[in-house]
């Protein structure tokens, strides 16, 4: 009877499948990242910090064009040179009897002399200054009294392109107020609201002809004409005219302060705002001028009456409603308009002088955006960065689940063979080849490739922390001081910090660091300090001082430890200046090869060499082979120790150590031609010598006694 092999039974499956659980492990994984990148970008607060870069960068833009604006305010109230020769020519009509004050706004045939003398300094003025107009007005009595709708004696002249090149016979001026003599004599076309005078409107404060005469008036033109000066708080259009425009004027004043009119400068609106574009804010930003009372421009609430605004469609603000901007952060500030919340930055323009009579009205550039519109970039990229996300999830799965199957395939094909074997005992198992090998291979190369990467790696870390040096700094500014954290510490003067850190302060500070610490000067010529330790080492610190020149002139301070190097050159100092090698070395030649200069012919070098005491070599870089040939002829070895110095003591010194018989070849792989010196003998490679009794505590000498 045939014997049968008992089947065995099954095990039962348990566990993961093998594709279960790389599935599942590069899915943790994936889970993993997404929660820390999530995490990472609720940290970073990227959403709340772009939208802080896109305010920064709105502050930017307005004080760069304020810093502009006010330019263009300032040249344009700088009327001295006018207001004097109009003041000259008035006084030589008045001494020539051509005109009287008491009839001089009158009317103006009363004033036409002065108006036919001051023309041509008007077009000069208008010609020269990026202004759109230029204006003279006559008065000479108090305005308070004066009646409303009476003529006073003027010249109004407007340039509508005043960036253009003047045109020949003044073709491109226009008058819009001036006698009509005057107008044919110059031959200048009028404007379309023309008239021969101009209407007194009693506009009162917010008009560019009663504030700054009258202030002069009343005052008995105690100031200068210019301090008196003042800008239009509202915009204004000359009667009959569609020009919007805003103006500066300041009075005419006579040596003997008498106050006969005022003269003035036009900008029209559409000229500013060519200078004052919508579209570098945001494409939907507004520009605008506007006037407050508040001294105290960074508080919570600032209250201001927009003067002009940019002719931006649907933009906020308008000359005839207040504003009030509420504080939003360092930059900028918000307010409401038409349900729509905007952001705005304000930059004052600095137009009045402190005590002058309009010096309480402060000026100010508003450039605002919608807010959904200046954070539009932000809600954009953080719903982009959401979008990759989900992709990048979503892509991460499905190449979770084809890795896993693809790594899972070779062993679960060879864990099938290993079953189906197991159904027949009787049965040759053949089992594919799994790639096991080549994995090994692979494996082996990987470790091997991370294995020079780790070594190549730990050097590179060990130099790094050899090369590295503790640094610290300082800027000093007349008005202010910065230092880094670890300067004073640095120092040693942690505790002796001033609070507050003020220049003077810091000054005496460095006074006394210098008193206290100074150890010499470097070869760069900058202070080197000994500073002592808790521990009773020595710090040694250099501080690199750079003065920096220019309209805010500064003083910059660099500080090093460079501890390491001047203990280092403290050892080599000591060797050179107190050490000898008894047994090997005691005596120093110092000569140079014959060149061009000859030597004598006991001091050769074939003569030196044959002493065999250590002999040291100028001047000699480019004359190494022969060098080496007249060493070895007076009785040094191929063999003996050698070494070129480059650079001897410099910041960026060089040594190579070799033979007499290498020098030359030393020399030639290190680039070294010149500037270097050779040093050779035994004392150059020297490890063991005697010690000289000079220095040997067991040595008595007239100065002390044996202690051993």
């Not at 001494?95 to 008007?122: F, H, N, Q």
């Not at 009294?145 to 006073?152: A, G, I, T, V």
């Not at 609201?193 to 009258?214: E, T």
């Not at 080599?572 to 008894?582: C, N, S, V």
Request: hydrophobic fraction near 40%; charge should be negative.
């Amino acid at each position: 009877m045939q014997n049968r092999k008992p089947h065995s039974q099954k095990a039962p499956q348990t566990g993961h499948s093998i594709f279960g659980t790389i599935l599942f492990s590069l899915l943790a994984v994936l889970a993993v990242e997404f929660l820390l990148l999530t995490f990472a970008v609720h940290v970073t607060r990227l959403g709340p910090q772009l939208n802080q870069n896109a305010e920064d960068i709105l502050a930017m833009q307005v004080d760069n064009r304020s810093r502009y604006l006010q330019s263009i305010f300032h040249d344009a109230q700088e009327l001295t040179s006018l207001s004097d020769t109009i003041n000259g020519l008035t006084q030589q009509l008045l001494d020539e009897g051509e005109i009287s004050l008491s009839t001089l706004d009158s009317s103006s045939d009363a004033a036409y002399p002065l108006l036919e003398a001051a023309a041509p300094e008007l077009i000069s003025t208008l010609r020269i200054k990026s202004v759109t107009g230029v204006f003279l007005i006559l008065n000479t009595h108090d305005l308070d009294k004066r009646k409303q709708d009476s003529l006073m004696p003027a010249i109004y002249l407007r340039d509508l392109d005043p960036d253009a090149a003047p045109s020949q016979r003044n073709a491109d001026l226009t008058f819009v107020r001036a006698p009509a003599q005057l107008v044919q004599s110059l031959s200048i076309a009028t404007d379309n609201s023309w008239s021969p005078a101009i209407r007194y409107r009693a506009l009162g404060n917010r008009g560019f002809l009663y504030p700054p005469f009258q202030a002069a008036y009343k005052d008995g033109a105690s100031l200068a004409a210019s301090d008196y000066g003042h800008w239009t708080s509202q915009s204004y259009l000359v009667p009959g005219d569609t020009h919007e425009a805003i103006a500066y004027s300041q009075p005419l004043i006579l040596p003997d302060g008498t106050v006969y009119g005022v003269i003035g400068v036009e900008l029209l609106a559409d000229y500013l705002w060519e200078n004052l574009p919508c579209s570098e804010l945001q494409n939907n930003g507004t520009y605008f001028l506007a006037v407050t009372d508040t001294e105290e421009l960074s508080s919570s609430e600032l209250q201001l009456r927009p003067v002009l605004r940019s002719h931006c469609d649907g933009q906020p603000g308008s000359a005839d409603e207040s504003l009030t901007l509420r504080l939003h952060s360092a930059h900028t500030r918000r307010y409401l308009f038409s349900n729509a919340l905007y952001i705005a930055s304000v930059s004052p323009l600095n137009l009045y002088s402190r005590n002058a009579p309009f010096s309480g009205k402060h000026w100010l550039l508003v450039g605002s955006v919608p807010a959904v519109q200046l954070f539009a970039f932000a809600q954009r990229l953080q719903q982009l960065f959401s979008f990759i996300m989900l992709i990048t999830l979503a892509v991460g799965i499905v190449c979770s689940w084809l890795i896993s199957r693809r790594l899972a395939r070779p062993v679960a094909k060879l864990s099938a063979e290993v079953a189906a074997a197991e159904a027949d005992s009787s049965a040759i198992p053949y089992l594919s080849t799994t790639g096991i090998r080549e994995l090994d291979q692979f494996s082996s190369a990987f470790t091997q490739l991370s294995k020079d990467v780790l070594d190549s790696s730990t050097r590179f870390l060990r130099i790094m922390k050899l090369a590295s040096a503790e640094l610290g700094g300082y800027e000093l500014r007349d008005d202010s001081v910065y230092v880094t954290d670890n300067f004073f510490s640095m120092l040693g003067l942690a505790q002796e910090q001033p609070d507050p850190l003020t220049p003077k302060a810091f000054r005496a500070l460095m006074g006394t660091l210098e008193q206290r610490w100074f150890y010499r000067l470097s070869p760069a010529n900058n202070k080197v300090f000994a500073i002592p330790q808790p521990d009773g080492s020595t710090h040694y610190i250099t501080l690199r001082v750079t003065h920096i020149l220019g309209e805010s002139a500064s003083e910059v301070g660099l500080a090093e430890d460079m501890t390491t190097t001047v203990l280092e050159q403290q050892r080599i100092e000591h060797e050179r200046d107190y050490d000898t090698l008894p047994g090997l070395s005691q005596s120093v030649v110092i000569t140079r090869m014959e060149g061009r200069t000859p030597v004598p012919p006991k001091e050769s070098i074939q003569s030196f060499a044959a002493h065999q005491a250590t002999m040291v070599v100028f001047l000699s870089t480019g004359m190494l082979e022969e060098l080496s040939r007249r060493l070895i002829e007076g009785g040094y070895t191929a063999d003996t120790p050698a070494a070129i110095v480059y650079k001897a003591t410099w910041e960026d010194e060089k040594k190579f150590v070799c033979t007499v018989g290498t020098l030359a070849q030393t020399a030639k792989e290190n680039h070294i031609t010149k500037t270097a010196l050779m040093i050779i003998g035994d004392c150059v490679n020297a490890a063991h010598y005697d010690r000289s009794k000079l220095y040997d505590p067991g040595f008595t000498t007239e100065f002390r006694e044996a202690t051993k």
